[in-house]
């Protein structure tokens, strides 16, 4: 066997696998942006059913409520600082 056939059957070989593998990472990837696509659908839905109960919590709040909605506030002492 002559050297340049080795190189042709190492090539050959390389080729083949590359050519095996190109199908299962196309699927692989398709799969993978579907369920990205679902599960960023599934959390769009949740978080625009959260944002409707913070916005009733918002409305319905008083000053001291609406601070802690927001995350806490500083309450002003007695000198009104």
Same mark, same amino acid.
């Given at each position: 066997m002559m050297p340049f056939d080795a190189i042709k059957i190492g090539g050959g070989i390389v080729i083949? !696998? =590359? +050519? !095996?593998?190109?199908? !299962?990472? +196309?699927?692989g990837k398709r799969a993978a942006k579907t369920e990205i696509a679902a599960s960023l659908q599934a959390s769009r839905v949740t978080i625009l059913k959260d944002g409707q109960k913070i916005d009733a919590n918002a409305f319905q =709040?008083?000053? !001291?409520? +609406?601070?802690l909605l927001l995350g806490g506030c500083l309450q002003p002492d007695s000198k009104g600082n």
């Open positions: 083949g !696998a =590359a +050519l !095996a593998m190109t199908p !299962a990472y +196309l699927v =709040a008083d000053d !001291a409520d +609406l601070c």
